[in-house]
């Protein structure tokens, strides 16, 4: 005996025993008159007349050193011989021994069996009126026999006297074979009334009514994979989210390389997921994404080049252009002419040509790939350049875009121009948003955008940039202030569009926005660049309006707390006292050298006690100890030569100022200042 775990030449054997559904189709349709009855038993005239090959699928059986699993293929190598009848009879000679070490590789083999022909079925039966002990698995078996000559003995074994385990699994193979035109399980008489009526059919009839039988049991075990594989890609979501993000690269790399579609279809769901959410993947995993755009799953397809319109690693233009070469499913079509529009280059001008024409209306992707080729200057041909426009054309009556849009307003004809601008009312906002975007370079647009804007604040930013490309001029400002919107966004946009606008009418601006000292500040603060002060500081119109509105930006940064923003505001224009009132200026420098504790500085302005007493409220968020230093240097400079009506508004500013914050802690010593010498209060 041959004594090993392989099995030589096992692949040379092809199954003889046919699926059950082309079986029966094949019989339902060639049958119209009832088959000749299958032999009842082997012959085992011609089984020393067995070949080497089935010899030593026979020692192995026969080997109780054999693995069980090496005996069980030998089995099945047996079982899918059908080349001599000596091969048959060897099968029906084991099935008739009493050596149950010897018969269980074949029942094994045979429950593998998606069809049991009728000639195995009977020696199975035979076997077990033999051997009792094996009764019931081979009645399990028997549920998939093709014919009807062991009904008989499975409705036989229906009977009360049966053997309990017998009897339960041959109902359960009745059943699955009665299907539909089952009869009470628990009832012999009915199971006996039903055999007639069974072996009263025809063959095509009985096969029809397996073929419906086999259909239900089909559907339900379809049932059963699907809700099993919605389980598998459940579990297999959980896991990938209670790994660390460092552990779920790898595991997305396993499954994009898996057999199994659901791995690969729960790996794309999760990298498109992740990248939507704004989560950085690891672009290694590229490489596992592109095999999958020739996948037989046109859903992977699609879902692939999603991804890799996400990921944008190299050669994906190139990968996606030739595989929408060859695609002929839509979904996959409508992923890859999408991700194709961040690659326009790689489409030609035959097959741009080609896919603007594919559906009607012209899909938004492809007319954005043909805008994407024409801003390179790809697209030469004239020809190509009509077929691109009738098409945006087309798009803007059936469904206007984006790209159609703008297709026509770069490209296009004042008429198209024309055209696009009625959309500036139209009642969808996104195509609104769209007309309105395509038609701010245009100037002569610039107040049918803006009236827009007026009623749809989703388009007040595509008014400022008209305005500042175009219209930088007061007037547009007070367009623009009126226009509805987010507070803060219309700042922006204020501040924005008067960072073009000329100083003086920057400083006009003022009166239109009020006093409130946030708004100044952001409005004002374009006057500091240096850029517009290098330009407009020659003309003497602009340079008076900087000087002014620094002097403006600086108070109202006085008055929001920023002294150090305001010096820096007044810094900005070194010929500032020229321009400037120079008692305005002395005072905003002295409110701005007090704010920062800065007493040197202060006093070097030469200033009045009249310009100190109206710079002094700017002191009041100062620690109280730092105050009261300020209030000294006043003093000592002052004091002796105050008025009545000067000593009385100092007295009251301190103590306003003083009931305003913690009483002075005496115990520690001030820092080291111009004002730490001694100093005598204001005489009364």
Not at 521 to 540: G, K, W
Not at 568 to 589: E, G, K, W
Request: with cysteine.
């Amino acid at each position: 005996m041959i004594v090993g775990t392989s099995i030589p030449h096992l692949s040379r054997r092809h199954p003889v025993w046919p699926s059950a559904l082309l079986l029966l189709v094949a019989a339902h349709s060639a049958l119209a008159q009832p088959a000749t009855p299958a032999p009842a038993h082997f012959t085992s005239s011609n089984a020393t007349d067995i070949d080497d090959a089935d010899r030593r699928f026979l020692d192995i059986i026969n080997d109780n050193a054999a693995a069980a699993q090496t005996r069980v293929q030998a089995a099945r190598a047996l079982l899918n011989d059908n080349s001599s009848s000596a091969a048959r009879a060897l099968v029906c000679q084991l099935l008739q021994t009493d050596i149950l070490y010897n018969i269980q590789p074949l029942l094994t083999a045979a429950d593998s069996l998606t069809l049991i022909p009728e000639d195995l079925a009977l020696c199975l039966a035979s076997c077990a009126d033999k051997n009792q002990i094996l009764a019931p698995q081979i009645a399990r078996v028997l549920a998939r026999c093709e014919g009807r000559n062991t009904l008989p003995w499975l409705v036989s074994h229906t009977a009360a006297d049966a053997n309990e385990l017998t009897r339960a699994a041959a109902r359960q193979s009745l059943l699955a074979l009665a299907g539909p035109s089952a009869p009470d399980p628990d009832d012999h008489a009915s199971w006996t009334d039903w055999l007639n009526r069974a072996q009263a059919l025809t063959e095509a009839q009985w096969l029809s009514l397996r073929l419906r039988t086999m259909a239900n049991q089909h559907a339900k075990v379809s049932q059963v994979l699907s809700s099993t594989a919605a389980d598998l890609t459940a579990a297999r979501r959980r896991l990938y989210l209670a790994l660390n993000p460092a552990e779920r690269a790898p595991l997305l790399s396993e499954w994009l390389t898996q057999s199994n579609p659901s791995g690969r279809g729960v790996a794309l769901e999760l990298m498109l997921r992740e990248l939507a959410a704004g989560t950085s993947i690891d672009a290694s995993l590229a490489q596992g994404v592109f095999p999958l755009l020739r996948s037989d799953n046109p859903s992977e397809r699609a879902d692939a080049a999603r991804v890799l319109a996400r990921l944008s690693p190299p050669d994906a233009g190139s990968a996606l252009a030739a595989q929408l070469s060859r695609e002929t499913e839509s979904a996959p079509i409508d992923a890859i002419l999408s991700a194709l529009v961040a690659w326009p280059s790689h489409v030609t001008d035959a097959e741009l040509e080609h896919w603007i024409e594919w559906s009607n209306p012209p899909h938004p992707a492809a007319l954005e790939i043909a805008l994407g080729k024409m801003r390179r200057g790809e697209i030469n041909s004239d020809s190509l350049r009509s077929v691109v426009l009738s098409a945006a054309r087309e798009r803007l009556q059936s469904g206007p875009t984006p790209a159609s849009c703008q297709l026509l307003c770069q490209y296009g004809t004042d008429a198209d121009r024309a055209l696009v601008s009625e959309l500036l009312q139209d009642s969808r906002p996104a195509i609104r948003y769209a007309a309105a975007e395509s038609l701010v370079p245009e100037p002569q647009y610039v107040i049918p955008i803006a009236v827009a804007a007026s009623n749809d604040p989703a388009l007040i930013t595509l008014a400022a940039r008209a305005f500042v490309l175009h219209a930088p001029t007061l007037d547009s400002f007070k367009l623009l202030f009126a226009m509805p919107g987010e507070a803060q966004q219309r700042i922006f946009l204020l501040s924005f569009l008067a960072s073009v606008m000329p100083a003086d009418q920057v400083q006009s601006a003022i009166t239109i926005i009020g006093p409130d000292p946030s708004l100044l500040d952001r409005l004002l603060s374009t006057l500091e660049n240096p850029n517009r002060i290098l330009s407009e500081s020659q003309d003497d119109t602009q340079a008076t309006a900087i000087a002014k509105g620094l002097l403006t930006l600086a108070q109202a940064r006085l008055e929001l707390g920023k002294p150090d923003a305001a010096l820096s505001a007044l810094q900005s224009l070194p010929s500032l006292d020229i321009y400037a009132d120079p008692a305005i200026t002395t005072r905003t420098f002295l409110a701005c050298w007090l704010a920062l504790a800065r007493i040197d500085d202060a006093r070097a302005m030469k200033a009045d006690a009249d310009a100190w007493l109206d710079a002094l409220t700017v002191i009041k968020g100062q620690p109280r100890d730092e105050r009261q230093r300020t209030f000294d240097a006043f003093s000592i400079d002052f004091g002796p030569t105050l008025t009545t009506d000067q000593r009385a508004r100092f007295e009251a500013l301190q103590s306003r100022l003083n009931a305003q914050s913690p009483p002075l802690d005496t115990t520690s010593a001030a820092p080291g200042n111009d004002t730490t010498r001694d100093a005598s209060p204001a005489p009364r």
